[in-house]
DNA sequence: ATCGAAAATCGACGATAATCGATTAATCTT
DNA sequence: AAGATTAATCGATTATCGTCGATTTTCGAT
């Protein structure tokens, strides 16, 4: 129905390709499911203690899951606290959304 | 109901990353919706012709897809003619599946 | 103002991945 | 058998990415 019909362009193609980049690395699947059993926000220290790798390494890929919105940050103090955007877990594109040709969700926008 | 209760593994964060890794380059996610659009198969040198990279770049990227069986070959004489995997579309995990930690699809298994 | 704690940024290194051109392999045609 | 066509493979180059240690920044406490 909103199925588009000429082939994706370059551009769509690679808005597509920043959301599936953003899930396409074992360390970060396991920060996202970490903070989605935790229900509760986690700082970075925790995060850290619980993933077994360096505290740059889980800052720099904590930056990459907020840049699509799939995590977000609330800082207090010293302290970031991130937890799971659960609107911007549902907006997360599908392999059958790229196959139908659904829009891809513009990369910032979904909160 | 079936959401895992330990924080996920190394192991099955790579196998989720394998998956979400194949939809993660902008070539790729061309070539897939060509042949979705396209209900029909299509010949190595039709994709390459519409998508505007090299002949062997084409045939890389069609060994990761076809890897996950995200699409299927059939070869006939010379040519070999590719197309989407239909169920293969569906099995692919979603985002939601990881934060909910539903099993990641066994990367080969899927048709 | 100084110190300490927490997280972000920086710079570097190694590994992985994308791309290309050239070559090889497979198959069809004549 | 020879040549032509199609796709896969190979080798090399380049670009991207993950990781680390060190440094810097920010903020609270003393």
Redesign the pocket.
């Known amino acids: 129905m909103n199925a588009k019909d000429g082939p994706l362009g370059r551009d769509e193609a690679e808005e597509y390709a920043?959301w599936f980049?953003a899930l396409?690395?074992?360390?970060?699947i396991q920060i996202v499911s970490l903070l989605a059993r935790r229900r509760a926000p986690?700082?970075?220290?925790?995060?850290?203690a619980a993933s077994?790798?360096?505290?740059?390494?889980?800052?720099?890929?904590?930056?990459?899951l907020?840049d699509v919105r799939f995590v977000l940050?609330e800082?207090?103090?010293?302290?970031?606290?991130?937890r799971i955007n659960d609107a911007c877990v549902t907006c997360f594109p599908t392999a059958a959304d790229v196959v139908m040709g659904n829009p891809a969700p513009e990369t910032p926008v979904c909160e």
Chains 1, 2 share one sequence.
């Open positions: 920043s980049k396409a690395d074992a360390t970060r986690m700082s970075v220290g925790e995060i850290v077994g790798v360096g505290q740059s390494t889980v800052s720099h890929h904590l930056k990459i907020a940050v800082r207090q103090g010293t302290s970031a606290f991130y």
